[in-house]
């Protein structure tokens, strides 16, 4: 059994070996409640910007827990792929669902928009209260797949916005100089392309896919101007929760993690 890791921004970890500090409170609280560990066992910490520091429980009481830190580790698990996935708003707990695997499948950015068939409408402080809960969803899928970078939450905008500004990257000098330029997909069920029939990508991934109704033939229409290429994946329609994941997996299979070296 491996041991528990636990997120502390880089404030919290004092650089260096064989140094003692205590566990931010959500960490310490969880350490000594939920996972019941004691004096003695080993556990890691990482801050997000890259590596990992071992650990071990010098002492518990109630929800504090000191540990001594060991030395940093040049422990990398990113993806070979640089993939943003561009997620429609989802109803219920379908988001938290959606990041969460996405965060496990190796997706670096990942841009939660409000387009037309979204059931779910953020706006002021519920969309910021939302970015917090799904900031705090990223750093736990971290903590259990093994990640020591945390991937990037954006803040909610609109599907428009979005596509001005993936339309504007694209027509920016260093992308004219034949710079890596980014692949950007959109899922259409009426693609005449299959995700499989595409080469490995030069550059960044950029993965657009609608909400439980699809993208509305108006906002399909402003993403293909965008630049980006139409995918479909097989004959069947998926759900707005499969399908984002289910084409990330593929172009692991395809393109990155999953290949065979």
Known sequence: MTDPRFFCSPAQIVLGPDLSLELPEGPGRHAARVL????????????????????????????????????????????????????????????????????????????PVASRRSVVRLDGERAAKRLDHWQGVAVAACEQCGRNRIPQVLPVQALEQALAREAAEAAAPEAAAGGAQALRLVLLPEAAVPLTALPPPAGPVVFLVGAEGGLAPEESAAALAAGFTPVRLGPRILRTETAGLAAVAAMQALWGDFREE
Not at 59 to 75: L, S, W
Not at 78 to 91: F, K, N, P, V, Y
């Open 36 to 111: 019941r560990l004691e004096a003695g066992d080993g556990l890691v910490l990482f801050d997000g910007q890259g590596g990992e520091y071992p650990a071990r429980i010098e002492r518990v009481t109630k929800d504090r827990v000191q540990v001594r830190i060991g030395a940093h580790r040049a422990v990398e698990r990113e993806s070979s792929l640089d993939l943003t996935l561009i997620q429609a708003l989802q109803g219920g707990d379908k988001m938290d669902f959606t990041l969460q695997k996405a965060v496990e499948l190796g997706v670096r950015r990942f841009q």
